[in-house]
């Protein structure tokens, strides 16, 4: 077995067909197919199952495939560490972001990342689920990972800051003419919310559940952007951090009461290479709003007593 046949598998399983991965990696489509085959021969098991709709991962292969990309990802950093010299990083770095949370800072660090080092190829997602970003974690998948502070954070994070949550309502709403807005005037009315297992969507349920309300469903999206745009259609109100309400809906935003924060961390992978020191320096110079002591929150979303604000590089726990 090889690398390179964990790549292709990878490939296949991402693209669906044999095809489309060879061409996504610019090689042969019969040599892709031979190295498929001879890697199943070799691991005695079936990788992949035909469908009407393509190539789909056996249970088998599911297992095998997330071995393999953390394997991949291993090799990837440790061809990018050799290369990196004083002035100058190559290689890949795989960056994600619990969604909503540094919408305003990761983009400016990244972007004066990728201007000092322009041979160095940055991958970024969103990930709504923080027990999927938690897996990620585990996995050994990410180099770096921007996300809300949580009771299974890693001891050693680095806390960059917070985030505001504020709300979104329809052009001419009643509480628009309020400084803040509490949100128990709002009970009853219909919510523009979150996947259910969105780390977004749990926050609106705590912060509901404290003020003695429960909130009424009048969508559930994915993206902070459709929320926003939607609650500004009146179609209901959406709790969103501040930073990632989309530029021309400022007027239609209104903070909350009980004031609604989070504490914002990075958290980078054990044995981090130059890239990973480098954005998280360049995310300490972002500017990011503290915490609001007077929040009254859920006490284990706004603080948590184990984030480390220590700026010594931090990494993933296996047991985060």
């Known amino acids: 077995m090889s690398l390179r046949q964990f790549e292709y598998a990878l490939a296949v399983a991402e693209e669906g067909s044999v ?13 892709m197919s031979q190295q498929i085959r001879s890697l199943e021969r070799d691991l005695g098991v079936q990788l992949f199952a035909r469908t009407p709709t393509g190539l789909v ?15 991949v990802s291993a090799s990837r950093r440790a061809r990018a560490t050799a290369r990196a010299g004083a002035e100058d990083l190559a290689g890949e770095l795989t960056v994600a972001a619990q969604l909503g949370f540094g919408t305003r800072q ?25 027990a999927e970003l938690e897996q990620l974690c ?23 800051g917070a985030e505001e949550f504020v709300v979104v309502l329809g052009a001419g709403h009643p509480q628009l003419a309020a400084d803040r807005v509490d949100l ?41 952007a459709t929320a926003v745009r939607w609650a500004a259609q009146g179609l209901g109100p959406t709790l969103v951090p501040a930073s990632a309400v989309p530029h021309g809906h ?11 924060s989070q504490p914002v961390i990075a958290v980078v992978r054990q044995g981090a290479g130059p890239a990973e020191k480098a954005l998280l320096d360049l995310l300490r110079q972002e500017t990011w709003p503290e915490a609001d002591s007077n ?9 948590d007593p184990r984030v480390d604000s220590d700026p010594k590089v931090d ?3 296996k047991s985060a």
């Open 315 to 317: 990494s993933f726990s």
């Open 184 to 224: 128990r005037e709002l009970e009853g009315e219909p919510w523009v919310r979150f996947d259910r297992d969105s780390a977004l969507d749990a926050v609106l349920q705590n912060v509901l559940r404290e003020t003695s309300t429960s909130p009424v469903t009048a969508a559930r999206v994915s993206q902070t």
């Open 138 to 160: 585990r996995r050994g998948v990410l180099d770096l990972a921007l996300m809300a502070a949580c009771e299974r954070s890693p001891a050693d994070a680095h806390r960059l």
């Open 19 to 31: 095809t489309a991965a060879a061409e996504l990696l610019h090689v042969a489509q019969p040599s």
């Open 106 to 130: 990761l983009p400016g660090a990244l972007g004066t990342l990728r201007r000092r080092f322009p041979r160095l190829e940055i991958t970024v997602f969103e990930e709504p689920s923080s």
């Open 295 to 303: 929040s009254d929150s859920d006490p284990k979303v706004d603080s």
């Open 57 to 71: 991962p056996t249970v088998v292969g599911r297992a095998f495939l997330r071995e393999a990309e953390v394997a």
């Open 250 to 260: 400022e007027h239609l935003v209104r903070p909350v009461f009980p004031v609604v």
